[in-house]
Nanobody
């Protein structure tokens, strides 16, 4: 059982930056691809980005490409999401998730989820 705990959310003005972190309890963290999803009020949870087990491969949603950067530190069992040039439409609860799949982009590919952290971008 992998436990994931997100942190780093908050309120920021449009154009600002935030860095989210997701700490995993599992020593076998490097065995999982990691992803970030988000869910805005009244909308379905959507894929944001994923990173492979070693960090050598990433896939981004078009909506965040060029603004968000995912990275991971397997020695610290942590995955990060650097969010720059934030827009009001980025407002959502952000979830990190772990998957045994290679490069998972679908919700059903993920086995473990964090509790989420709120990101609010004001205009």
């Amino acid at each position: 059982q992998v436990q994931l705990v997100e942190s780093g959310g908050g309120l920021v003005q449009a154009g600002g930056s935030l860095r989210l972190s997701c700490a995993a309890s599992e020593r076998t963290f490097s065995s999982y691809a990691m992803g970030w999803f988000r869910q805005a009020p009244g909308k379905e949870r959507e894929f944001v980005v994923c990173i492979s087990r070693t960090g050598g491969n990433t896939v981004y949603a078009d909506s965040v490409k060029g603004r968000f950067t995912i990275s991971r530190d397997n020695a610290k069992n942590t995955v990060y999401l650097q969010m720059n040039s934030l827009k009001p439409e980025d407002t959502a609860v952000y979830y990190c998730a772990a998957s045994p799949q290679w490069m998972p982009i679908a919700i059903y590919d993920y086995s473990y989820w964090g509790q989420g952290t709120q990101v609010t971008v004001s205009s």
